[in-house]
């Protein structure tokens, strides 16, 4: 997933969309874009942080998808906020308009207006989230297009490693067996995920698995278990 957070230098183009009583600061846009060229909403929420000496107690956040905008947290302490967000929208935050200050001057009323400070804006902190692991290996291979060449890969008591065709169905057939015993067959890709075969038991000296499919180049591993043993092959996806 490509990950991206642009700074936008101008915010007065948010006025007429946003309330009046603000001022807004720091515009930005947090953009991500999927392998396959989609802009997918996220299954969890994407959690932002942003630090800045212009943020006080009760700036607002808000996200802007075209003319309509949403509140996605007030801040609570001076100089950081935190916010959640699914999609991926135009961020600005918004501070509120100090009321004027009425003071006394030789018995008539004077509205005197505080001093206004500007002030560089600080860097924008992205707290980035944990990327979720690629899912590169498919259980139930489509039969259309590119994907319906079978290969057939067999795993013999010698082997070690074998190299396996990306984007095609594969077959793995365990040879060189010992009938009428349980076998525990798993693949580990680089993600750490595991897909568990059904345990199988041959009635021959082969048995061939259900049909799988590696989406990306890698190495993977196949254990194999019987009993108290086991041994592992490794599978490089080309």
Do not use: C, H
């Not at 947090?30 to 969890?44: C, E, K, N, R, Y």
């Not at 943020?55 to 906020?81: E, K, N, P």
């Not at 989230?129 to 139930?140: A, H, N």
């Not at 076998?183 to 995920?193: F, I, S």
């Amino acid at each position: 997933m490509d990950f991206r957070v642009f700074a936008l230098s101008d915010s007065s183009t948010l006025a007429s969309i946003l309330p009046t009583n603000q001022t807004y600061i720091l515009p930005t846009i947090v953009s991500w874009l999927a392998a396959d060229g989609t802009v997918p909403d996220a299954t969890i929420p994407l959690t932002q942080t942003i630090t800045s000496s212009q943020i006080r107690v009760g700036t607002t956040a808000y996200a802007i998808t075209g003319t309509r905008f949403t509140v996605l947290g007030v801040a609570t302490q001076d100089g950081t906020i935190t916010i959640s967000i699914t999609e991926d929208p135009l961020i600005v935050l918004g501070n509120p308009i100090p009321a004027p200050i009425e003071s006394g001057n030789n018995g008539g009323n004077v509205i005197e207006k505080p001093p206004v400070e500007v002030v560089d804006p600080d860097p924008i902190v992205i707290v980035k989230p944990e990327p979720k692991p690629k899912t590169t290996i498919v259980t139930s291979p489509l039969s259309s297009g590119s994907l319906s060449r079978l290969v057939n890969l067999p795993i013999s008591p010698k082997s070690t490693s074998v190299w396996v065709m990306r984007r095609s169905n594969t077959r793995l057939t365990l040879v060189g067996l010992t009938s009428r015993t349980s076998l525990m067959v798993k693949v580990t890709n680089a993600y750490g995920q595991v897909y568990k075969f059904p345990t199988v038991k041959p009635k021959g000296t082969s048995v061939s698995l259900p049909r799988i499919l590696f989406l990306e180049p890698g190495v993977n591993t196949l254990t194999i278990q019987s009993g108290k043993s086991s041994r592992v092959i490794k599978l490089s996806v080309r």
